[in-house]
C-alpha cells in the first residue's frame, strides 16, 4: 500500500520565499553595481551572501519534499523523501497518536513553512520526533515506537489504522530493522566534519574581512596611495585607491581555488584538503596585514 501526500501547497509556498527572497537580493546587488563603494556597499553584498546558504536550505527542502510518499505492508512501514528511507517494523509499532484527537506540545526545530513539515522535532511525553508530513502536527498521525516516533500524513487515518490493526494481528512474513538508510550525499563525511567546516568557515570570514576593512575605509582614502616600498622604506609605487581591491579579489579567488581542489582531495587525502584550506585562510590573513598598512 503506498500513500503520497499533496504536495503542491508546500512546494509552492517554498517556491514563494525564494522568489521573494530572490527579488530582494536582486535589489542588493543593483546597489552593489550600481552605487560608490562604501560600508553600504559592503553590507548590502553582506545580505547576499548570508541569503544564499538560506536559499539552498529551502531549495533543498522542496526537492527532498518533492519525494515525500508512504510505503506500508505487514512488515513496514517506510517513509521516503529525496535524502532518507526511515524504516519503521510494524511489529515495533507501539500506538498511533492522531493529532486532531489530542492535545500534543510539539517543538519542531528545523525549518517548516505551510504545507512542509519536515525535520526533526519533540513532543511532550512522547519524545524525539522525526516529522515527514505536509500538514501541521494538529492534523498528522504521530507513529510511536521505543524511543522515537514519526510525524506523517495520510488522508484517510480511519483506513491507516485498520490497516496497521490488521497487520499486527497477522503478523510480519519477516524481520526487519528498524532503521535509516541515507543517500550517498547525506552520508558525506564533510557534513560531520567540524575541523574542516571551522577551516573554510574561517577563511570565508576573514575574506570578508578584507572587503569589509576596505569598503568602510574607501570614501576616506586619497585619490593616490602608495603600495609599494623598496628595501630602504621608501615608496616605489603610487597608484589609484581603486588598485587596492587586488589584495581581498585575489584572496578570494585564492579562497575559491584551494577550496575546490581541498574538496578533490577530501575523501583520499583528508590532511592535503586541510593544508589547502589551512593555506588559503593564512592568505587572508598576510592580505589583511597588508591592507591594514595600506588603509590604516
Not at 3 to 23: H, N, Q, Y
Not at 57 to 84: K, P
Request: glycine fraction near 10%.
Amino acid at each position: 500500500m503506498k500513500w503520497e501526500p499533496d504536495l503542491r501547497r508546500g512546494m509552492w509556498v517554498g517556491a514563494g520565499i525564494i522568489a521573494f527572497l530572490v527579488l530582494i537580493d536582486v535589489g542588493l546587488v543593483w546597489r552593489v553595481v550600481g552605487g560608490p563603494p562604501n560600508g553600504l556597499t559592503f553590507i548590502c553584498a553582506l545580505l547576499v551572501l548570508l541569503s544564499l546558504p538560506t536559499i539552498t536550505l529551502i531549495a533543498y527542502r522542496i526537492y527532498d519534499l518533492s519525494h515525500l510518499r508512504y510505503e506500508f505492508d505487514r512488515n513496514q512501514l517506510v517513509i521516503i523523501t529525496a535524502g532518507t528511507r526511515q524504516i519503521v517494523p510494524t511489529c515495533n509499532i507501539e500506538q498511533v497518536l492522531v493529532g486532531r484527537d489530542v492535545a500534543l506540545d510539539v517543538r519542531i526545530k528545523s525549518l517548516t513553512w505551510p504545507g512542509c513539515y519536515i525535520g526533526q522535532g519533540h513532543i511532550e511525553g512522547v519524545g524525539l520526533t522525526l516529522f515527514y508530513s505536509t500538514a501541521p502536527p494538529n492534523e498528522q498521525a504521530i507513529v510511536v515506537t521505543p524511543g522515537l516516533a514519526y510525524g506523517i500524513w495520510v488522508h484517510d487515518i480511519e483506513g491507516f489504522m485498520e490497516v496497521l490493526t490488521t497487520c499486527q494481528e497477522i503478523g510480519p512474513s519477516m524481520q526487519v530493522q528498524q532503521e535509516t538508510k541515507e543517500s550517498a550525499y547525506v552520508r558525506w563525511d564533510i557534513w560531520r566534519d567540524r575541523l574542516a567546516q571551522g577551516v573554510i568557515a574561517g577563511g570565508i570570514v576573514l575574506n570578508l574581512v578584507l572587503f569589509g576593512l576596505l569598503l568602510f575605509r574607501y570614501p576616506g582614502l586619497p585619490n593616490l596611495l602608495p603600495l609599494h616600498y623598496d628595501v630602504t622604506g621608501a615608496v616605489d609605487r603610487i597608484s589609484p585607491r581603486k588598485d587596492v581591491f587586488v589584495l581581498p579579489i585575489v584572496g578570494l579567488l585564492i579562497l575559491l581555488a584551494n577550496g575546490a581542489f581541498g574538496a578533490l582531495l577530501y575523501r583520499r587525502e583528508r590532511v592535503a584538503s586541510y593544508l589547502a584550506w589551512s593555506g588559503a585562510a593564512l592568505v587572508q590573513i598576510l592580505f589583511l596585514l597588508a591592507l591594514w598598512n595600506i588603509v590604516a
